[in-house]
């Protein structure tokens, strides 16, 4: 049985950090994309950021130069360093994997989301 354990939510001052963590644990052969999704009250669930097994990386506007993805593809963890933190990155975090293979199945995973608070 596949789980995504995510971590290191909470709340900031604006202009600081966080550090997200997300695991992803079961018998896992291989996981084609890790990312970060993202959802304020009232609004839609939102891409932040993705990494491939290759490190290929995609960031939202909103959030380049400031976070910064990464995986330990042995551990099967990936990472959101949010730095410079502003109110409007207030939400919910989502944890994704997609094309995660197992020995039954290729399927697609979402974490139990963590809230990150940033106040003005």
């Known amino acids: 049985q596949v789980q995504l354990v995510e971590s290191g939510g909470g709340l900031v001052q604006a202009g600081g950090s966080l550090r997200l963590g997300c695991a992803v644990s079961?018998?896992?052969?291989?996981?084609?994309?890790l990312g970060w999704y993202r959802q304020a009250p009232g609004k839609q669930r939102e891409l932040v950021a993705t990494?491939?097994?290759?490190?290929?990386?995609r960031y939202a506007d909103s959030v380049k130069g400031r976070f910064t993805i990464s995986r330990d593809n042995a551990e099967n963890t990936v990472y959101l360093q949010m730095n410079s933190l502003k109110p409007e990155d207030t939400a919910v975090y989502y944890c994704?994997?997609?094309?995660?293979?197992?020995?039954?199945?290729?399927?697609?995973?979402w974490g139990q989301g963590t809230q990150v608070t940033v106040s003005s």
């Open positions: 994704n994997a997609v094309g995660v293979i197992t020995a039954f199945a290729r399927s697609n995973y």
């Open positions: 079961g018998t896992i052969f291989n996981i084609d994309a």
């Open positions: 990494i491939t097994s290759g490190s290929i990386t």
